[in-house]
């Protein structure tokens, strides 16, 4: 008896866990690096994958969580999102994610990279629950001549830390 109402609570958990209507927005042109990080989150999450150009202002109310992702440029998500984030209508307590790619990664980088566009959505009235980032493939500038830095990434394992990344999201 008790392993049925066990069973219940964990089937009316995920329940609410899957009814988190997801949009993610992102800006990505460089390699379509940030584009793949996105699908593979919008996998786990069963969200919507827009542009911040094909995303109107007005539908964001539709959605319970939303992700706003980009490659970085100068130590910032690219100006199309930051834009963007700029023209968001406020919020109470809305709840969202951040993600990127870039040519170095790590911690702390992370946290400096994602620091604009994280006040931004502070400043709007979303929370941030999470963010996540990984290395992105890189033919910016001189580094064309050697053939790029980070080749091939995101690869399966980044792709699989995003899924995971979103995954827990569920959870929070
Ligand atoms: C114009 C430009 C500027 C960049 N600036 C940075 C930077 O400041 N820091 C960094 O770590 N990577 C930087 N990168 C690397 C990109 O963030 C990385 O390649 C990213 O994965 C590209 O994402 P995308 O393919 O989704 O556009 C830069 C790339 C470009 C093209």
Known sequence: MLFVIGQA??????????SMKTLIVVFSYHHKNTQKVA?????????????PQQTALEELSQYDLVGFGAGIDS?????????????LPPVDNKIAFIFSTAGLSGDKKRGKDHSALREKLHSKGYVIVDEFQCKGFNTNSFLKTFGGMNKDRPNSEDLKLAEE????????
């Open 9 to 18: 609570k964990v089937a009316k958990k995920n329940e609410k866990e899957f």
């Open 39 to 51: 699908d593979a989150m919008a996998k786990m999450l069963d969200a919507q994958v827009k542009s």
């Open 75 to 87: 130590g910032k998500h690219y100006k199309v999102l930051l834009d963007f984030a700029d023209r």
């Open 165 to 172: 990344f979103a995954q827990n999201l569920k959870k929070k």
